[in-house]
């Protein structure tokens, strides 16, 4: 493929690399450093035992509790729908493909306000469905069922995002090769389709496992915020830190923070991993 | 001898009904429905009722900030972040990796913890908003911070849709043009600028479009006061709060119009370039 | 009769890929499909195999049968089987091998996904393995994976992943298109040595002319969705059917002439009945097929209707001369001769010569053959 290209570049005199340099490192540590480094700090600035008793406090033991529970309900259903929406979208032509993948993306441009607007237009007690719901002893908005739901909506696309370039890259030769030696379509997913994209699977998941815990604005418009009822661990910070309790509001924030770093390390690690295998196939 | 022939369907690997139509079903209820409850719910709204919501002073002035503060912050992040991913791509130096994998910490983490930390390091007694408060420079609680949080929240759009691009980037083309006698300056302005703008144009209203819905990283830094720093989404919050339901669609639904206009401007964009250089998409 | 493909056609839209293509391969047979891009080849292997299907024959068609359209393999219609049903071994031209999988593991799934009932047990299936690897010439590479193995061995080890289920017939679909010109080669004999071995009915597709003849019992030409001609390597080059057969195997020289004296007949002319005209004009004008090696070059007009021509380019290097004259009339006409033929003319630059077809052949047009 692709030449080997130059990568240091020694085009750009050395005062210009250093000033972009410069730029580019000034600019992030202004803008991402310092607030990932402020969450720990101010997490721990009063002590490991604030920090133990802002986590095990029953609000917010509660609010752990609640956004496992959205994550757990809606991680494994996007999960699903990924594999099923990228099996659709890159094993089989048909028309409209290319709009039913713009229709998976389109959680991503809805603001996440509009997203809990909308889930409040369709379950809301004024809603289309509120009242019949309610009548049935069912409360869909100001209630956990509401936080699932909105959870699931903007963690949608996840799962579906990471398969789908990476299974149209791949093309299913592999897979009519298992076929035409009399593998049935279960034993060709397990046997081969999934060993290929276990990887973007895994990040998939953590990403949509991180969203799912940390999502705040469509949570927010579809929970009542009484506290340790329906309130997610983001919705928790926000009301610590609205009580100005910001040692307990950051300990939280801790977590969630981890959970994004380690997606993070996640990602880089899938990418050199790809990196690996593509250098490898080029070499022989 | 011509004969007209019925096509079959073709043969292909098992499993289209069971995952286009999960697929098709998911979608639907998790996606589309909502959606059409939005949209309908706008779209039977009084024409009168619709013009006086928007014209309330208030909206008007939140989505004069909404646009205006994502406008700025994606204009910023294209000078920025193409730095970013010049330096990135085309230099090494220490912590190089590390600092490219930040890139993306704004998407990785959560957006209230976004923002409480961003407003606890831009407040006045904070770690940078402490520095210029004295010289009377407000960077929380003011407009200022509204544009601050836009630029976290945009800046992974710009860096990570420029940063194939300037891999992709053929470098035998600088090399031709400094081959032809042009100065570096004139290479960069008149041959890599030019050939990075789509990439540019890309994720500039990627992060326009992104920072049009903002809400988590904006609200702990803004303040919030209305007329001055309150942001659209916000305000959708607020009237939800009041319970004025139609209020609040009717502001939702000229921000995801918006939003959703910005993103097919992308696709026309790609749609535009890929054509004019004969690429396929 | 191993394969037998009655009256099959198929179109993608507007594009016909096969137009009412009829082939019957007899068991043990090893048999290519050669055609340009697009002449329909590759469709009609995957419709062999089961991952396409053909068109659904019109009821309008006059004398229409009813088994048109369809594929049989040993008399059977396979129409309704899947393609794993029909135990065809196929074999990708870019292996599709399980990147995952070990080169044994590779080997092994066709059997190892069976239904228990018909599973071989797990020292039958290692046997037959070790016995495939030695087949392939690789033993002791069933541990490798196929990252770790050059394009030739991944080539290989396709072909035994396919003979592991013991298909009833071997597809191959371009297997050498994108290896090199040496490896390329030497695979080729190998899979002629391993058709002797076995005898598995072969259906081999390729647009690579020498690779058809030379691999080969039976060689199908293919052009435009349709059959040019079928016959052996050597009916083939030697009799080619049309025009396009002769153009696409091998070299040939075409003049736009006529023949004068004897009628127009369709077959190898000789020239003592013919005479050549470079670019003629009259209304019975037509194309003159001559291969470079069959023509004769003099200093002299030895024949009256040897034709004038200027020599431009010499090449020595191969078994034959290739010699490059230009007419009058600026054709380019090529002549293949011996070295210590060329050397007894001891021809140089630029000198005129006379050259004189020894065997042409014209199709025409009327005819179909």
Known sequence: ?284 | MRTSRTSCKRPQLPGWGLTFGFTIFYLTIVVLIPLLALFLKSITMDWNEFVATMSHPRVLAAIRLTFGASFLAALINVVFGSITAWSLIRYRFPLRKLLDALVDLPLAMPTAVSGIALATIYSHTGLVGSHPFPLGIKTANSSLGVLIALIFIGFPFVVRTLQPAIEDLDQEMEQAAASLGATRFQTVMKVTIPSLLPAILTGFTLAFARALGEYGSVIFIAGNLPMKTEIASLLIVSRLDENDIAGASAIAFVLLTATLLILLLIQAIGWYFNRRTGRQA | MSVEVRSVSKTYGNFTALRDIHLKIETGELVALLGPSGSGKTTLLRIIAGMDTPDAPSTATANADETDGSIRFFGEDVAKMSVGQRRVGFVFQHYALFKHMTVFDNIAFGLRVRPRSSRPSKSEITDRVHRLLKLIQLEGFGQRFPMQLSGGQRQRVALARALAIEPRILLLDEPFGALDAKVRQSLREWLRRLHEEMHTTTVLVTHDQEEALEVADRVVVMNQAKIEQVGSPAEVFHHPASEFVIDFLGNVNVFHGRIAGGNFQPGPLSTNSSQLQSAGTSSSANKIYVRPHEMKIARMKEDADAIEATVERINRAGVNAKIHLQTKQNDQVRVDLPLDQLDALALEIGERVYFKPIQARVFAPDYTI
């Open chain 1, 1 to 284: 493929m692709a030449s080997h290209k130059l990568k240091a570049d020694s085009v750009d005199p050395w005062w210009v690399r250093w000033l972009l340099i410069g730029a580019t490192v000034g600019f992030m540590v202004f803008l991402l450093v310092l607030p990932l480094g402020v969450i720990f700090w101010e997490a721990i600035r009063k002590g490991w035992g604030v920090y133990v008793i802002a986590l095990t406090d029953r609000s917010a033991r509660n609010a752990i509790m609640l956004s496992l529970i959205a994550a757990g309900i809606s991680v494994p259903l996007n999960f699903l729908f990924g594999l099923a929406a990228a099996w659709a979208t890159t094993k089989y032509s048909f028309p409209g493909k290319s709009l039913l993948i713009s229709m998976i993306d389109l959680p991503f441009a809805i603001s996440p306000i509009i997203a809990g607007l909308m889930y409040v237009l369709v379950f809301g007690l004024q809603g289309w469905l509120g009242a019949t719901l309610a009548s049935w002893g069912i409360q869909v908005i100001f209630a956990v069922p509401g936080v699932v739901l909105a959870t699931i909506f903007v963690t949608f696309p996840f799962v579906a995002r990471e398969l789908i370039p990476l299974m149209q890259e791949q093309g299913s030769e592999e897979e009519w090769a298992a076929i035409s030696l009399g593998a049935s379509g279960w034993q060709t997913f397990l046997k081969v389709t999934l060993p290929n994209i276990k990887w973007a699977i895994l990040y998939g998941v953590l990403l949509c496992n991180a969203r799912a815990m940390g999502e705040f604005g469509a949570v927010s418009v579809v929970s009542s915020n009484i506290r340790g009822r329906t309130n997610t661990i983001p919705l928790q910070i926000d009301a610590l830190y609205n009580d100005y309790k910001t040692a307990a509001a950051f300990a939280l924030a801790s977590i969630l923070a981890t959970l994004g770093v380690i997606t993070l390390i996640a990602k880089t690690l899938l990418e050199q991993k790809l990196e690996q295998q593509n250098v490898q196939e080029e070499s022989t």
